[in-house]
């Protein structure tokens, strides 16, 4: 089963050498050395200098708001594609390798198509990415709970005060788990998958019986994993204290 990126990576290959689309685009292929096709174009982007490439990502964003042109976003896009992995890859509260990949894609594209162009003509990879990355951090639920020293304890009233609390409070706290799981990740404390899974159900608030079903596996089975991996984070934590 191919996700967002491997789909929009073979509509590339088809697309960067099509010379009816090189045409419909020729002045932005002007503008990067007289690309012959989208192809060259892309290439020429990811080695120029910071100016040259927003000089081109800002006529393709141009004419997407005052044309609508739908080629000129999807090459926009694909120009973005490294940036958009990596808000895919950062944003684990959001689901599996493949719901993140389509959120992420679908966050950016989004913003390529409402551009504001007139308040911000220019930095446009920046800009995009930036309104991209505030999509997605709202897109995230509520946080339900918070990593504690005893995380297989349910807290109600922690949860009330979670539900209460602002957007802003709530996204700075997700960032914060996510932040700890990523170090804990890369310290070889929890595994990738059971960090997935603390952020799936602690920021995203997906229920247990449903990951398990995903996973394929009981759901005492998933809830057993998360516990043990909350357990090593927990005493890690406590550890650096």
Do not use: K
């Not at 012959?36 to 006529?59: C, K, M, S, W």
């Not at 992995?85 to 599996?96: E, F, Q, S, T």
């Amino acid at each position: 089963m191919h996700n967002v990126f491997d789909l929009l990576d073979r509509e590339w290959a088809r697309l960067s050498v099509d010379r009816l689309a090189a045409r419909r685009l020729a002045p932005v292929c002007r503008l990067g050395g007289d690309a012959r096709n989208l192809g060259d174009l892309e290439r020429h982007v990811r080695t120029a200098d910071p100016a040259d490439a927003d000089r081109i990502l800002l006529a393709l964003v141009t004419r997407v708001v005052a044309d609508d042109d739908q080629l000129a976003a999807r090459v926009l896009l694909q120009l973005l594609l490294p940036g958009t992995r990596n808000l895919a890859r950062r944003w684990w509260a959001l689901g599996d390798h493949d719901e993140r990949a389509a959120a992420a894609v679908g966050a950016v594209y989004d913003r390529i198509r409402t551009y504001p162009l007139a308040r911000r003509p220019g930095r446009v990879a920046a800009n995009v990415l930036m309104d991209a990355a505030r999509q997605l951090r709202r897109s995230i639920p509520r946080l339900a709970a918070e990593v504690a020293a005893d995380p297989a304890v349910h807290d109600r009233h922690a949860c009330d005060r979670a539900a209460a609390a602002d957007g802003s409070a709530d996204a700075h706290a997700a960032l914060e788990l996510a932040d700890v799981l990523e170090d804990a990740v890369a310290a070889g404390v929890i595994e990738r998958r059971d960090a997935q899974i603390i952020a799936q159900s602690r920021i995203g608030g997906r229920r247990i019986a449903d990951l398990a079903a995903h996973h394929r596996i009981g759901s005492r089975t998933l809830w057993d994993r998360r516990h043990r991996a909350e357990q090593r984070l927990a005493g890690s934590r406590t550890a650096c204290a």
